[in-house]
DNA sequence: CCAATTAAGTTAGGAGGCTAACTATCAGCC
DNA sequence: GGCTGATAGTTAGCCTCCTAACTTAATTGG
């Protein structure tokens, strides 16, 4: 669990108060903010305790993910920049997901046959058993915590999801690694 | 920046291709989460770096806005175990942001009078000062992100996260710290 | 009144992010 | 053909979070 967050968010009332103290401060505005936060983490948790429980983390499971293409009934094979691009992670940190992943024998890495420089990742079929044992449950939890929108308060969401997303990465874009929406 | 995400969300139609394989993926669900998952990065990402810049963390933030208290004048003071309660996070990991605070000079641990094992962590002038030089700044970063969204737009967020934010820690508890609503 | 339990804080060790620096390889260009 | 620069991957060191074990102090109960 990544996030830090205030346990209990500040209530509404008590944001007006401090909103006296600070011009700047838009009360509504930090409301939404910090129930953004909260609730990411709330999220964010459901899925890493099951990831945890099946010995894996969100990055991991998203290297995984990567390498995975059931509709294929093939696997990818990326190299570590690619996988590190997509994933929006540093290479050195793929590095340190890839050395865990291999050690586990998830994954393999070889040798690219053209450029010596470069390696091939490729999933294991230990790898893709343990995919396979863990998205059932992985998209049961997903479905069911959002179980309590309707398909109308989903689009809602997503629409308005979008617009702060793209509103942070404009106004503040990231400062080394892409923050392209 | 903590989570790792996927750099470009998987689209729609691809997450209906991926549910034929999968008959327990909801893909409005999973699209919900994802942005979900994105949005609070990229909102967690706009505070955090203005953090960074000024020698703090989201950890070190917090802890200092629960020992400030702006409307009084005064400072609270808490022990290590309250903020690491209100806070969210282990008493061990507070051992460590007092430590980094403490160094740095922000607050100060003193004994407290009656029961030799607590202490109480206040914080020092130049703990205030600090608050007082970040918090215009990340109070604007938040109503600048937040500026896209209008007045009833912003009530519907917050309804609708409290939904997903409610459902998450019901349906699925966290494991230890406690993830009451 | 002293042993056992509970509680507060710290320490030790691990995982996963990051940046910066390093090594090996490839590509370009006189 | 051998510099020069760019690219792929790794390594080293730092930070923040975690769990588990430890130290010290307070409380409880025979």
Redesign the interface.
């Known amino acids: 669990m990544?996030?830090?967050?205030?346990?209990?968010l500040p209530r509404y009332e008590c944001l007006l108060?401090?909103a006296q103290?600070?011009p700047?401060?838009?009360p509504?505005?930090?409301?939404?903010?910090l129930?953004?936060?909260?609730?990411?983490?709330?999220?964010?948790?459901?899925t890493e305790?099951h990831f945890h429980a099946k010995g894996l983390s969100?990055?991991r499971f998203?290297v995984l993910m990567?390498l995975y293409d059931?509709?294929c009934g093939e696997t990818h094979a990326f190299t570590p920049a690619q996988l590190a691009?997509?994933?929006?992670?540093t290479r050195a940190?793929m590095t340190g997901l890839i050395d865990t992943l291999e050690r586990d024998g998830m994954v393999t890495r070889r040798p690219h046959p053209e450029d010596r420089r470069q390696l091939s990742v490729e999933l294991t079929k230990k790898g893709i058993a343990r995919l396979d044992d863990l998205?059932?449950e992985h998209?049961?939890?997903?479905?069911?915590?959002?179980?309590?929108?309707s398909?109308t308060?989903?689009?809602?969401?997503?629409r308005?999801?979008?617009?702060?997303?793209?509103?942070?990465?404009e106004?503040?874009p990231?400062?080394v690694a892409?923050?392209g929406a």
Do not use: N, W, Y
Request: glycine share 8%.
């Open positions: 990544p996030l830090l967050l205030l346990k209990d108060e401090v103290q600070f700047g401060l838009d509504s505005a930090c409301e939404v903010f129930h953004l936060l909260r609730t990411g983490d709330e999220a964010f948790r459901v305790e969100q990055g998203t990567l059931k509709t691009e997509m994933s929006g992670v940190t998205l059932p998209f049961r939890r997903i479905a069911s915590v959002m179980s309590v929108l398909e308060e989903r689009k809602t969401m997503v308005l999801l979008s617009k702060i997303a793209a509103s942070a990465s106004t503040f990231a400062s892409g923050g």
